[in-house]
């Protein structure tokens, strides 16, 4: 973390989940951090997720393609942690327009300005699991083609290649780690768009019995937010990730009711299966399991806790603090500027 | 060819290169053809290219993507040649976004109203060798990775991905044909921004000496257009393509030097070697060849023009018809209809 220490370190959707965990590790390694997040309400940027940082570091409230707003604050950046993403699967479905205008249209915009104003700036990009699609083997490499079932994924494949063009033109150094399944605190708590996990917790937290679609069967390899934290980490710091892509992922196979029984049991709760939603079914993967063998193998990394451990500290946390995830302030935020 | 008689068929880009060169097969062999082409002063559109035919088809003048010019021509047609694309290597690395807005978004909006308008329609996308970047391995197929060295050739993809999408979710049954190195009658002669070839015939045919960039060593298995069209027309009709991939190649690899030696040769100039300007050699692939074994294998394709043969047709096309496409007639062409 010594590596982190007064270094200028710009956090993409610093607001939302992965980012604000990853913005609270960067203050507390003695980065100079600005976070530029649009906060855009469907999306899981939270003002809570930083309390107790908002002093520490420079707030832009921007869509990262804005680049009247937030060119200023990209002058010089030496790491770039490029999180902002607008993340829907169904929503990617019912409006793929506005999902290519978030996703791709801004991530080019933002590209483009980065190559000129922090020239040869380190990037690591958070790609994810959608890109492969169905799996045509298990676990699933980097090799596995990708081939999204929704329109998101396609827009994440899209964007993880401007950045590899860019690299490949050198005028810019990226990473790319393809996340899966990462939980824990900090989650949005108002739609069930970004996994379903969260949305478990929610209603076991809630009293209600949780719902799992189909028999349940079907694994995913869950992963704490704090070991994705560790590995965008390890990613920024590396040399030998430059112009490369990596899978995040725990290995270890948790089937979809074995976490519901888990949600459910910590809570005091029931869960039961109920059929497939039709719109659910057609970009519903089925089992997948990721390979994180090559990042293992590069960075040393590999995670430390467990899917309950995990589990534990995820329910804990909303305990405390669900208010302000299941119903929190609404209202537009107001830029917040520090002096740099 | 009797399978395309009487068949409602859409080409879009069908003023353009490869696109004419459809037409008229279509035209001929019987079918109800609809022409939607926006026209781009930089793309290939031409009238000439469909002179003889303009009477016995519908032309819309509008982009794909104007659904409000273009919805009513999109009912109920059977067969969708997609080859509308803005195709700009260099073009796309100095604008983007208009890349980005010509392919993607003008793509996205008119799948989603094929899908409502012509639903299950049968569609050919035509992709492009651009879309592999630097071979890993040759000759490539299919399966080689996907890792454009320019923007241009990554909207490729992502347009690919959403006609794969889109036949996943059986909204459409598509088929996707990679074209490599095209050339012949009815290419533009504007500009050397679609291919070096017909560049080199515009140069010769004006008496001036070709310039080759680099030393010419590097191969390129050239297509001759009547081989291509043959191609799309086969998988149009064959139901195994659903949902399939092809690289179209001629498979015969030919140095830029020997291309330039022969249309040299045919026109009476000379031709030499000249260093790469920046902006080409970071896109420059190297030799390029690709393997159609798997469209030869399913559809029983193979072309029947040799490199020298499709030379031959070409210089005496643009000989007769050059005054066409290197001085065309400016000007935005007037949308015209035939009563339907």
């Known amino acids: 973390m010594e590596f982190y220490r007064g270094k200028r370190v710009l956090v993409t959707g610093g607001l939302g989940f992965i980012g604000s965990n990853l913005v609270r590790r960067l203050v507390k390694a003695g980065a100079s951090v600005t976070v530029i997040d649009a906060t855009y309400p469907d999306q899981g940027a939270n003002l809570f997720n930083l309390k107790g ?29 490029n999180l902002a993403s607008s993340t829907s699967h169904i929503g990617s479905m019912q409006d793929p327009i506005k999902d290519l205008e978030r996703n791709c249209l801004s991530q080019l915009r933002f590209l483009r300005a980065v190559r000129e104003l922090s020239p040869g700036a380190r990037i690591i990009y958070t790609g ?10 298990q676990p699933m490499d980097e090799d596995h083609p990708t081939r999204p079932v929704d329109i998101n994924g396609i ?33 949005q708590m108002l739609h069930d768009g970004h996994g379903f996990l ?44 430059e112009g490369e892509v990596y899978n995040v992922a725990s290995e270890i196979p948790v089937s979809v009711a074995e976490a519901a029984k888990a949600v459910a049991d910590m809570a005091g709760v029931k869960w039961k299966c109920v059929p497939y939603p039709q719109e659910r079914l057609s970009i519903e993967p089925g089992s997948v399991r990721l390979s994180s063998r090559k990042l293992r193998e590069t960075t040393g ?19 405390r603090h669900g208010h302000r995830y299941f119903h929190p302030a609404k209202g537009r935020i107001i830029l917040e500027r520090k002096g740099k």
């Not at 994810?128 to 083997?137: D, E, F, N, V």
């Not at 827009?155 to 996340?179: A, D, G």
């Not at 990394?301 to 305990?319: A, D, I, N, V």
């Open 53 to 81: 940082f908002l002093d520490e570091i420079v707030l832009v409230v921007s869509d990262i393609g804005n680049l009247e707003e937030i060119s200023s604050y990209l002058v010089d950046q030496e790491i770039i942690f």
């Open 128 to 137: 994810s699991r959608s890109q492969y699609g169905t799996p045509l083997y």
């Open 155 to 187: 827009h994440k494949c899209t964007v993880e290649e401007y950045h590899r063009l860019f690299h490949h033109l050198s005028y810019i150094r990226f990473t790319s780690l393809r996340l899966t399944n990462v939980f824990g605190p900090r989650h």
């Open 198 to 241: 969260n949305w478990f917790i929610r209603k076991a937290l809630a009293g209600e019995d949780i719902l799992v679609f189909g028999d349940g069967t079907q694994e995913r390899d869950f992963l704490y937010v704090e070991d994705a934290v560790e590995a965008l980490l390890l990613a920024g710091v590396s040399s030998e990730c």
């Open 301 to 319: 990394w590999s995670p430390h806790h467990t899917f309950l451990e995990g589990l534990e500290k995820t329910m804990e946390f909303y305990r």
